[in-house]
């Protein structure tokens, strides 16, 4: 699918001259919120509502609104969206329906959410029959009623002005215009004190203050019908948070809402921190259960006030259970929560002094090992036994007797019914646990066991400041020996972004990898493969050699004279003619003063089997003239459509990296992948003070197609290494068969601005950048990138160990 809007006049035809024109203006905001799947439904979105036969303000509309509604909460809701309008076309008139895309904007942004907008649109459904004169004038409110009320105080309060104006159309009118007092009557009593939207940004500033690192919160709407329902929740890694709180009673005074939040946010965030693995409910009653979850709520709570022990008190004035009550379960649950978080509380009961005294038991067990929550699992089993014994309280009754701190979520999180998807939790956003390099001493390094079977992607690795030797000292080190060489710290990269137009400092963080090793014979099969090849470049090569001292003669000023011009022109002379004055020579010594770094895209989508394209197969800035001319009518490769993208280039690697060294530059071989701007992978495959050996070839031959494409960091890194070079002339060469991307950006224009600056600051520091990408449609981008003169596009991936090298030798002559 294209972004090119003329790509898609078979849609666009069909439009009225003033939408058309529209939608042009408005095509490149589109671009940089919906993808190219995206970009094709908004066009089709546009000629089926030309389609309805209700006048182009109603298609003008949507041109305006659906690029706004993606921006705010993506473009998987904007297909809902038409569908909605669409469908509204039977029950009311086109006027409605425009004011219902021109007003989803707003909804959007006031709901924040996808899952809350899709049931915006259902109510909207079931108003237009239940009260059809009463939607364009609540829809020409809704700025002010989403100021005010929730997605289920909406539904309330339309509800009832539906019910009670079923059959008088003048007052159902006045009712959803606000214009009569039963109306804002309904209002005020729907009216929630401070909504999620407001305030959504400052509690995710104050988790990234605590812990360092984003957490996804979601608004979640309670039961419209009863208003049950408003409790934070945890699901698919998200923190769910009700839509709007109202200021509640603490046992310190009035509670705000936005105090309210911060607990509960803190709160789940801690679960999402420390609750690493689930809790098998096997076997247990809803009673032993239901403490397990308190022990488990009160563990992550001891964890996290051991580092911020100011949250004591925001958790504690939202425990409003006292010491006398048991009436039920329920109090008996209240009491041991308070007990195990506010050391103020004072209740001398023996249950909840046993309940005290486990925990405080268990504590160092709970700080040495955060991520194991079986204590909770043994402390509430424990207190479930001697529940009855001590207290001879009454029974549990799982639908009444619940924790009434207003933060606390519903623990559904860690309770093993259908198990961890690990899948859905990166698809969210969730960041596994990160491995641990722990600086140590020397004698903490020697006692320590090591793990012989661990490999890069160790849990822990400790880190000796300096090289190890074993205790004869032969001189070489234990890495040295056993041929590892020690892992490099993670390296931090600023990342352009172009909405704000500032630059977000140390924001990727790029992590150096030990390259795996394959097969070399692998890469000695490849030069095999192509020997005709290269027969055919040896003569290239041989002209770029460095030549030594060379004689420049017929010079007016040089170091020495040219015996043989200066016999020339006495003869002249003695013949009567004007003498050559050029008759000085100089020597001049040739040499290649070069560094070159082939910087390799390694995402998942090099390993995609070679289409044949239907192009022509070379666009953009060639190599300077006469440089691919002696090689002639490419020859053919068996089984070349079997192959990989990732095969063909770490064929292209070969046969450049075999020329390279014949002609003697100093070169490197690195790759790259992603993961997020956490986790950008980085490999050396060759570096430059290392020579091209077997090693060097096994680990060509060994690289794998993963991950993503997060450019900018990997370019930053590459040029790096380049400024430590000494070489007058440097030269980064990146192939890549797609645009940057990465599974934490959905704006498409994002990492595309931040490499165009990494390119940018390696210009600046003496360092040319040249990119060639086997992506066919790279031209909407490569250019904007790299620069007008500086990429190559190669349709035909199947030709790319041909071009290779001969790009190499038009950019180094």
Known sequence: MSVHLHDHTEWTDQLDPISRELLEHRWP??????????????VKGAAALRGLGRGHELVDAWIDGAPQVAQEIGEDVVGELATTALLLASKTSGAVIELVLATAPTAARRLADGALFLQYLQFLNTLVAQAPRGLRPMLGQLDALFGQLTLGGLRRWATWGAQAHRTNYEEQIAYFGLQSKESLAMLQKERKGTLLVDVQRRINMYLRALWGRDFFMRPTAGDHESREGYRPFIEDYFIHLPDAYDAVDGNAGTVDATQLYRAAAAHAAAH???????????????WQMAL???????????????????????????????????????????????????SAYEDHHPWIAQGRA????????????????????EIGVQLGHSYRELTQGPAFQPRTDLQTAAYRDDNRYFWAFDGFDFERSIAAGYEPPQQLRKQVNLMEFVNELEVETAGDDAQEIWVLGTELFPYEDLGVSFNESEGREPLLPPVHYGEWDHMIQLERPAWA?????????GDAAVIDGILTEHRRLIGRMNYILDAMQPQGVQRIRQLEDGDDIDLNAALASVIEMRMG???????????????????????????????????????????????????????GRPGERAGGQDQTVLDLTRSACALLADAIQKVGDPFAIHGFCSDGRHDVNYWRFKDFDQPYDDLAKARLAGMEGQLS?????????????????????????????????????????????????????????????????????????????????????????????????????????
């Open 709 to 813: 494409t997060r450019m900018g960091a990997a370019v930053r890194h590459a040029t790096a290494a380049l400024k430590a070079q000494r070489s007058s002339k440097k030269l980064l060469l990146v192939i890549t068969d797609g645009e940057p991307a990465d599974v934490d950006v959905r704006d498409p224009q994002y990492l595309r601005h931040d490499t165009k600056k990494a390119v940018e600051e390696a210009g600046r520091h003496g360092v040319t950048t040249y990119c060639m990408s086997l992506d066919p449609r790279a031209d909407q981008y490569v250019r904007r990138i790299f620069g007008e003169r500086n990429y190559l596009v190669v349709d035909k991936v199947e030709k790319l160990p041909e071009k290779l090298p001969v790009l190499y030798a038009g950019l180094t002559r």
């Open 29 to 42: 905001d589109a671009t940089k919120v919906f993808s190219a799947r995206g970009l094709d439904n908004y």
């Open 358 to 377: 486990l925990l405080a038991e268990a504590l160092p067990r709970i700080q040495s090992d955060p991520h194991d929550n079986s204590v909770s699992w």
């Open 272 to 286: 999402v921190v420390f609750t690493r693995q689930p809790i098998s409910a096997e076997s247990l009653s809803p």
């Open 292 to 342: 397990i979850g308190l022990v488990e709520d009160a563990r992550v709570e001891a964890l996290t006030l051991a580092r911020f022990p100011g949250l004591r008190p925001l958790w504690a004035q939202l425990h409003t259970v006292q010491a006398t009550q048991q009436a039920t379960a329920g109090d008996w649950l209240n009491r041991l929560a308070r007990a195990l978080l506010d």
């Open 577 to 631: 003619r004007q003498p050559d004055p050029r008759i000085m020579m100089r020597s001049v010594r040739k040499t290649r003063d070069i560094s070159v770094l082939v910087l390799l895209d390694l995402s998942q989508s090099t390993n995609d089997k070679v289409q044949r394209p239907h192009a022509p197969p070379l666009r953009g800035s060639l190599p300077p003239e006469g440089a691919g001319s002696p090689l």
């Open 509 to 517: 963080t790029v992590q150096e990898r030990r390259p795996k090793a």
